[in-house]
Protein backbone atom coordinates (compact mmCIF):
# COMPACT_ATOMS: atom_id res chain seq x y z
CA UNK A 1 0.00 0.00 0.00
CA UNK A 2 1.63 3.49 -1.03
CA UNK A 3 2.10 5.91 2.12
CA UNK A 4 -0.44 9.13 1.78
CA UNK A 5 0.24 12.25 0.58
CA UNK A 6 -0.78 15.32 3.15
CA UNK A 7 -1.56 18.66 2.18
CA UNK A 8 -1.05 21.92 4.08
CA UNK A 9 -3.09 24.76 3.33
CA UNK A 10 -0.62 27.93 4.57
CA UNK A 11 3.02 28.55 4.19
CA UNK A 12 4.11 30.00 7.51
CA UNK A 13 6.74 28.72 10.26
CA UNK A 14 3.93 25.77 11.63
CA UNK A 15 3.75 24.41 8.00
CA UNK A 16 7.59 24.44 7.50
CA UNK A 17 8.00 22.58 11.39
CA UNK A 18 5.13 19.68 9.57
CA UNK A 19 7.55 19.09 7.12
CA UNK A 20 10.38 17.31 8.34
CA UNK A 21 7.71 15.54 10.80
CA UNK A 22 6.22 14.03 7.32
CA UNK A 23 9.27 12.82 5.87
CA UNK A 24 10.10 11.08 9.55
CA UNK A 25 6.87 9.12 9.19
CA UNK A 26 7.51 8.56 5.41
CA UNK A 27 4.21 10.65 4.07
CA UNK A 28 4.64 13.01 0.93
CA UNK A 29 4.23 16.89 2.30
CA UNK A 30 2.28 19.07 -0.29
CA UNK A 31 2.21 22.79 0.13
CA UNK A 32 -0.43 24.99 -0.40
CA UNK A 33 1.61 28.44 -0.32
CA UNK A 34 1.12 32.12 -0.62
CA UNK A 35 4.09 32.71 -1.87
CA UNK A 36 6.95 30.61 -3.67
CA UNK A 37 9.53 31.98 -0.60
CA UNK A 38 7.32 31.81 2.50
CA UNK A 39 8.78 29.95 5.11
CA UNK A 40 7.34 26.39 4.26
CA UNK A 41 8.16 26.43 0.28
CA UNK A 42 11.78 26.94 1.75
CA UNK A 43 11.69 23.36 2.61
CA UNK A 44 8.93 21.37 1.27
CA UNK A 45 9.48 19.32 -2.34
CA UNK A 46 6.04 19.91 -3.56
CA UNK A 47 4.69 23.16 -3.39
CA UNK A 48 1.44 25.06 -4.92
CA UNK A 49 1.46 28.82 -4.78
CA UNK A 50 -1.90 29.90 -4.90
CA UNK A 51 -4.69 31.60 -3.34
CA UNK A 52 -6.57 29.63 -0.27
CA UNK A 53 -9.58 32.35 -0.30
CA UNK A 54 -10.33 31.06 -4.06
CA UNK A 55 -12.11 28.24 -3.88
CA UNK A 56 -11.10 26.49 -7.25
CA UNK A 57 -7.35 26.91 -6.16
CA UNK A 58 -8.67 24.99 -3.19
CA UNK A 59 -10.36 22.11 -4.87
CA UNK A 60 -7.38 21.94 -7.55
CA UNK A 61 -4.73 21.14 -4.41
CA UNK A 62 -6.99 19.06 -2.47
CA UNK A 63 -7.27 16.52 -5.55
CA UNK A 64 -3.81 16.60 -5.43
CA UNK A 65 -3.34 14.53 -1.97
CA UNK A 66 -5.30 12.17 0.24
CA UNK A 67 -5.68 14.83 3.09
CA UNK A 68 -6.00 18.41 3.59
CA UNK A 69 -5.42 20.10 6.79
CA UNK A 70 -3.92 23.44 7.93
CA UNK A 71 -1.01 25.80 9.18
CA UNK A 72 -3.76 28.76 10.24
CA UNK A 73 -7.54 29.47 10.16
CA UNK A 74 -8.08 31.81 7.63
CA UNK A 75 -9.36 29.67 5.07
CA UNK A 76 -13.22 30.42 4.36
CA UNK A 77 -15.85 27.97 6.38
CA UNK A 78 -17.76 28.15 3.24
CA UNK A 79 -14.87 26.73 1.03
CA UNK A 80 -14.21 23.67 3.54
CA UNK A 81 -18.03 22.98 3.27
CA UNK A 82 -17.70 22.58 -0.25
CA UNK A 83 -14.69 20.52 -0.21
CA UNK A 84 -15.99 17.90 2.23
CA UNK A 85 -19.75 17.68 0.07
CA UNK A 86 -17.27 17.12 -2.56
CA UNK A 87 -15.68 14.11 -0.90
CA UNK A 88 -12.22 15.34 -0.08
CA UNK A 89 -11.06 14.46 3.92
CA UNK A 90 -10.29 17.57 5.75
CA UNK A 91 -8.73 17.79 9.22
CA UNK A 92 -10.01 18.99 11.27
CA UNK A 93 -13.30 19.53 9.46
CA UNK A 94 -15.29 22.89 9.68
CA UNK A 95 -18.15 21.70 12.08
CA UNK A 96 -15.03 21.78 14.65
CA UNK A 97 -12.59 24.24 13.02
CA UNK A 98 -14.92 27.24 13.17
CA UNK A 99 -15.16 27.43 16.99
CA UNK A 100 -11.37 28.23 16.44
CA UNK A 101 -12.37 31.01 13.23
CA UNK A 102 -15.19 32.20 15.06
CA UNK A 103 -14.88 33.65 18.75
CA UNK A 104 -18.41 34.45 19.20
CA UNK A 105 -19.17 30.54 18.21
CA UNK A 106 -16.80 29.73 20.71
CA UNK A 107 -17.69 31.61 24.02
CA UNK A 108 -21.34 29.89 23.06
CA UNK A 109 -19.61 26.19 22.87
CA UNK A 110 -17.85 26.86 26.24
CA UNK A 111 -20.67 27.92 28.07
CA UNK A 112 -22.83 25.14 26.65
CA UNK A 113 -20.05 22.61 27.85
CA UNK A 114 -19.98 24.17 31.34
CA UNK A 115 -16.35 25.28 31.38
CA UNK A 116 -15.35 28.33 33.30
CA UNK A 117 -15.80 31.34 30.52
CA UNK A 118 -15.70 35.32 31.36
CA UNK A 119 -18.62 37.42 31.38
CA UNK A 120 -19.01 37.92 27.67
CA UNK A 121 -21.99 39.35 25.10
CA UNK A 122 -22.40 39.43 21.24
CA UNK A 123 -22.64 43.55 20.54
CA UNK A 124 -23.83 44.77 17.61
CA UNK A 125 -23.36 48.53 18.18
CA UNK A 126 -21.97 51.26 20.33
CA UNK A 127 -24.92 51.47 22.46
CA UNK A 128 -25.13 47.59 23.45
CA UNK A 129 -21.07 47.90 24.18
CA UNK A 130 -21.69 50.32 26.90
CA UNK A 131 -24.20 49.31 27.95
CA UNK A 132 -22.11 45.81 28.69
CA UNK A 133 -19.40 47.83 29.86
CA UNK A 134 -21.49 49.52 32.62
CA UNK A 135 -22.96 46.46 34.07
CA UNK A 136 -19.79 44.32 33.45
CA UNK A 137 -17.55 47.32 34.90
CA UNK A 138 -14.73 49.34 32.75
CA UNK A 139 -12.09 48.47 31.11
CA UNK A 140 -13.48 45.52 29.35
CA UNK A 141 -11.98 43.48 26.60
CA UNK A 142 -13.16 43.56 22.38
CA UNK A 143 -12.66 41.37 20.31
CA UNK A 144 -13.34 41.03 16.73
CA UNK A 145 -14.83 37.37 16.23
CA UNK A 146 -12.56 36.51 12.98
CA UNK A 147 -9.25 37.08 11.60
CA UNK A 148 -7.68 38.46 15.09
CA UNK A 149 -4.04 36.70 16.03
CA UNK A 150 -0.46 37.39 18.03
CA UNK A 151 -2.59 40.25 19.75
CA UNK A 152 -4.39 42.10 16.42
CA UNK A 153 -8.29 42.10 16.81
CA UNK A 154 -8.20 42.60 21.12
CA UNK A 155 -8.32 45.91 22.52
CA UNK A 156 -9.02 46.76 25.81
CA UNK A 157 -11.14 49.61 26.15
CA UNK A 158 -12.75 51.90 28.69
CA UNK A 159 -15.32 53.79 26.35
CA UNK A 160 -17.25 51.91 23.29
CA UNK A 161 -16.10 55.24 21.09
CA UNK A 162 -12.05 53.61 21.03
CA UNK A 163 -13.76 50.68 18.76
CA UNK A 164 -16.34 52.26 16.95
CA UNK A 165 -13.77 51.73 13.52
CA UNK A 166 -14.38 47.84 14.08
CA UNK A 167 -17.91 48.62 13.87
CA UNK A 168 -17.78 49.57 10.73
CA UNK A 169 -16.38 46.05 9.73
CA UNK A 170 -18.04 44.11 11.85
CA UNK A 171 -21.18 42.71 11.89
CA UNK A 172 -21.12 42.41 15.71
CA UNK A 173 -17.94 42.00 18.08
CA UNK A 174 -17.23 40.17 21.01
CA UNK A 175 -17.09 42.05 24.25
CA UNK A 176 -15.69 40.21 27.61
CA UNK A 177 -14.62 41.29 31.08
CA UNK A 178 -11.22 42.18 31.79
CA UNK A 179 -9.83 39.17 33.83
CA UNK A 180 -7.95 39.28 37.15
CA UNK A 181 -5.28 36.37 36.30
CA UNK A 182 -2.39 35.65 37.77
CA UNK A 183 -0.75 34.17 34.42
CA UNK A 184 -1.53 32.53 31.45
CA UNK A 185 -1.87 29.06 30.73
CA UNK A 186 -1.71 26.54 27.47
CA UNK A 187 -2.20 22.87 27.25
CA UNK A 188 -2.31 20.70 23.87
CA UNK A 189 -4.33 18.20 22.86
CA UNK A 190 -4.42 16.09 20.04
CA UNK A 191 -7.43 13.45 18.46
CA UNK A 192 -7.73 11.10 15.28
CA UNK A 193 -10.86 10.54 13.64
CA UNK A 194 -11.04 7.66 15.63
CA UNK A 195 -11.23 8.96 18.82
CA UNK A 196 -7.96 8.38 20.06
CA UNK A 197 -6.36 11.34 22.10
CA UNK A 198 -3.24 12.51 23.56
CA UNK A 199 -2.90 15.27 26.02
CA UNK A 200 0.68 17.13 26.93
CA UNK A 201 1.30 18.77 30.17
CA UNK A 202 -0.13 22.10 30.82
CA UNK A 203 2.17 25.12 30.36
CA UNK A 204 2.54 28.41 31.35
CA UNK A 205 3.30 31.08 28.94
CA UNK A 206 4.04 34.89 29.11
CA UNK A 207 2.62 37.31 26.38
CA UNK A 208 4.58 39.93 24.51
CA UNK A 209 2.60 42.95 23.01
CA UNK A 210 0.38 40.69 22.48
CA UNK A 211 2.79 37.69 21.00
CA UNK A 212 3.44 34.56 22.78
CA UNK A 213 7.10 35.01 23.93
CA UNK A 214 7.78 32.22 26.05
CA UNK A 215 5.87 28.75 27.43
CA UNK A 216 7.44 26.41 30.60
CA UNK A 217 6.80 22.98 30.30
CA UNK A 218 5.17 22.10 32.91
CA UNK A 219 3.80 24.94 34.07
CA UNK A 220 5.81 25.87 37.41
CA UNK A 221 4.00 25.23 40.82
CA UNK A 222 1.20 24.82 39.18
CA UNK A 223 -1.60 22.55 41.24
CA UNK A 224 -1.40 18.69 40.66
CA UNK A 225 -5.55 19.34 40.69
CA UNK A 226 -5.79 21.92 38.56
CA UNK A 227 -3.30 20.28 35.93
CA UNK A 228 -5.66 17.39 35.99
CA UNK A 229 -8.74 19.61 36.00
CA UNK A 230 -7.31 21.54 32.77
CA UNK A 231 -6.24 18.43 30.67
CA UNK A 232 -9.66 16.46 31.57
CA UNK A 233 -11.11 19.60 30.05
CA UNK A 234 -9.39 19.92 27.47
CA UNK A 235 -10.12 16.42 26.29
CA UNK A 236 -13.65 17.30 26.61
CA UNK A 237 -13.84 19.93 24.31
CA UNK A 238 -12.05 18.34 22.12
CA UNK A 239 -14.55 15.28 21.79
CA UNK A 240 -17.38 17.63 22.16
CA UNK A 241 -16.23 19.43 18.31
CA UNK A 242 -15.05 16.48 16.83
CA UNK A 243 -11.36 17.50 16.52
CA UNK A 244 -9.09 16.05 14.59
CA UNK A 245 -5.19 17.31 14.75
CA UNK A 246 -3.99 18.83 17.53
CA UNK A 247 -5.26 21.70 19.67
CA UNK A 248 -4.26 24.21 21.30
CA UNK A 249 -6.60 25.65 24.76
CA UNK A 250 -5.43 29.11 26.00
CA UNK A 251 -6.28 30.40 29.44
CA UNK A 252 -5.66 32.78 32.38
CA UNK A 253 -5.11 30.94 35.63
CA UNK A 254 -7.20 32.52 38.56
CA UNK A 255 -7.69 32.56 41.90
CA UNK A 256 -10.58 29.87 41.83
CA UNK A 257 -8.74 28.06 38.87
CA UNK A 258 -8.79 28.95 35.18
CA UNK A 259 -11.26 30.69 32.42
CA UNK A 260 -10.99 29.80 28.59
CA UNK A 261 -9.11 32.64 26.54
CA UNK A 262 -9.11 31.18 22.97
CA UNK A 263 -8.93 27.97 21.07
CA UNK A 264 -6.61 26.69 18.15
CA UNK A 265 -7.18 23.55 15.52
CA UNK A 266 -3.21 23.47 14.47
CA UNK A 267 0.15 22.91 16.01
CA UNK A 268 0.39 26.63 18.04
CA UNK A 269 3.50 28.28 19.61
CA UNK A 270 2.58 26.89 22.92
CA UNK A 271 3.40 23.48 21.73
CA UNK A 272 6.62 24.34 20.03
CA UNK A 273 8.60 23.04 23.33
CA UNK A 274 7.50 19.65 22.15
CA UNK A 275 10.12 19.45 19.90
CA UNK A 276 12.55 18.89 21.70
CA UNK A 277 11.48 17.99 25.28
CA UNK A 278 8.47 15.34 24.73
CA UNK A 279 8.33 12.05 23.17
CA UNK A 280 6.38 12.60 20.30
CA UNK A 281 6.22 16.81 18.59
CA UNK A 282 2.75 18.93 18.39
CA UNK A 283 3.62 18.37 14.30
CA UNK A 284 4.19 14.63 14.17
CA UNK A 285 1.25 14.59 16.31
CA UNK A 286 -0.86 16.83 14.20
CA UNK A 287 -0.51 14.18 11.30
CA UNK A 288 -0.18 10.88 12.80
CA UNK A 289 -3.83 12.81 13.84
CA UNK A 290 -4.88 13.89 10.53
CA UNK A 291 -3.62 10.55 9.08
CA UNK A 292 -6.19 8.69 11.37
CA UNK A 293 -2.48 6.57 12.45
CA UNK A 294 -1.89 5.97 15.75
CA UNK A 295 -1.24 8.76 18.08
CA UNK A 296 2.29 8.82 19.70
CA UNK A 297 3.18 9.51 23.47
CA UNK A 298 3.12 13.13 24.54
CA UNK A 299 5.17 12.83 27.78
CA UNK A 300 7.38 15.04 28.95
CA UNK A 301 11.93 14.18 28.31
CA UNK A 302 12.85 15.76 30.96
CA UNK A 303 11.54 17.65 34.45
CA UNK A 304 11.73 21.32 32.63
CA UNK A 305 11.68 22.50 29.05
CA UNK A 306 11.35 25.68 27.88
CA UNK A 307 10.72 27.49 24.53
CA UNK A 308 11.32 31.32 24.02
CA UNK A 309 10.50 33.13 20.76
CA UNK A 310 13.10 34.59 18.57
CA UNK A 311 11.32 38.22 17.97
CA UNK A 312 12.76 40.91 15.65
CA UNK A 313 14.41 43.95 17.02
CA UNK A 314 16.55 46.10 15.08
CA UNK A 315 19.54 43.21 13.95
CA UNK A 316 19.07 42.27 9.87
CA UNK A 317 22.18 39.55 9.67
CA UNK A 318 21.19 37.17 13.00
CA UNK A 319 23.44 34.30 11.20
CA UNK A 320 26.59 35.55 13.53
CA UNK A 321 24.87 35.69 16.42
CA UNK A 322 23.06 32.65 15.74
CA UNK A 323 26.12 30.62 15.59
CA UNK A 324 28.06 32.76 19.16
CA UNK A 325 24.74 30.95 20.80
CA UNK A 326 25.05 27.50 19.52
CA UNK A 327 28.59 27.97 20.70
CA UNK A 328 27.87 29.52 23.75
CA UNK A 329 25.48 27.20 24.99
CA UNK A 330 25.68 23.37 22.95
CA UNK A 331 22.53 22.50 24.76
CA UNK A 332 20.48 25.12 23.45
CA UNK A 333 17.72 23.96 20.12
CA UNK A 334 17.67 27.10 18.04
CA UNK A 335 15.03 27.03 15.32
CA UNK A 336 14.74 30.01 12.37
CA UNK A 337 11.78 30.06 10.42
CA UNK A 338 13.34 31.38 7.27
CA UNK A 339 12.24 34.88 7.70
CA UNK A 340 13.31 38.46 6.97
CA UNK A 341 13.85 40.58 10.00
CA UNK A 342 11.18 42.83 11.21
CA UNK A 343 10.75 44.15 14.35
CA UNK A 344 7.96 42.11 16.64
CA UNK A 345 8.68 39.43 13.81
CA UNK A 346 8.69 35.89 15.30
CA UNK A 347 12.01 34.96 13.39
CA UNK A 348 12.64 31.51 15.28
CA UNK A 349 12.59 30.13 18.85
CA UNK A 350 15.08 28.44 20.76
CA UNK A 351 14.30 25.02 23.24
CA UNK A 352 16.27 24.28 26.54
CA UNK A 353 15.37 20.94 28.39
CA UNK A 354 16.84 20.80 32.07
CA UNK A 355 16.15 20.50 35.88
CA UNK A 356 15.30 23.79 36.92
CA UNK A 357 12.93 26.57 35.19
CA UNK A 358 14.62 29.60 36.61
CA UNK A 359 18.01 28.35 35.16
CA UNK A 360 16.98 26.85 31.95
CA UNK A 361 14.60 29.82 31.45
CA UNK A 362 17.55 32.58 32.37
CA UNK A 363 19.90 30.31 29.53
CA UNK A 364 17.08 30.42 26.94
CA UNK A 365 16.06 33.98 27.49
CA UNK A 366 19.39 34.90 26.38
CA UNK A 367 20.16 32.88 23.47
CA UNK A 368 16.15 33.88 21.52
CA UNK A 369 17.37 37.65 22.89
CA UNK A 370 20.96 37.65 21.58
CA UNK A 371 20.13 36.27 17.93
CA UNK A 372 17.11 38.39 18.24
CA UNK A 373 19.70 41.57 18.84
CA UNK A 374 17.87 42.85 22.38
CA UNK A 375 20.29 41.11 24.63
CA UNK A 376 24.14 42.44 23.43
CA UNK A 377 25.89 40.86 25.86
CA UNK A 378 27.83 37.32 24.47
CA UNK A 379 28.70 35.55 27.72
CA UNK A 380 25.96 36.48 30.61
CA UNK A 381 27.56 34.27 32.68
CA UNK A 382 31.38 35.50 33.05
CA UNK A 383 31.44 38.49 36.18
CA UNK A 384 32.01 42.15 35.04
CA UNK A 385 35.56 42.91 35.73
CA UNK A 386 36.76 46.81 36.69
Sequence with gaps: MSFPKIGVVGGGQLARMMAPAAEALGVQFHLLSEAEDSSAAQVSAYTTVGDYTDYATLEAFARTVDVLTFDHEHVPPAHLEKLVTAGHAVHPGPDALIHAQDKLV????MDDLGLPNPTWAKVTNEDELTAFGESTGWPIVVKTPRGGYDGHGVRV???ASEV??????FDALLAEEKIDFTRELAVMVGRSPMGQTAVWP???TYQQDGICKEAVAPAPGIPAELATRIQGDVLTVAGALGVTGVMA???FETADGYVVNELAMRPHNTGHW?????????FEQHLRAVLDLPLGDPSAL?????????LGADREDLYPAYLHVMAHDPQVKVHMYGKAARPGRKLGHVNLVGESADEVLRRARHAADFIAGVDTNPYPDREETA
Design 157 to 159: ISA
Design 249 to 251: MEM
Design 202 to 204: VVA
Design 274 to 282: TQDGSVTSQ
Design 302 to 310: APVTVMVNV
Design 106 to 109: MRAK
Design 164 to 169: ADWFAD
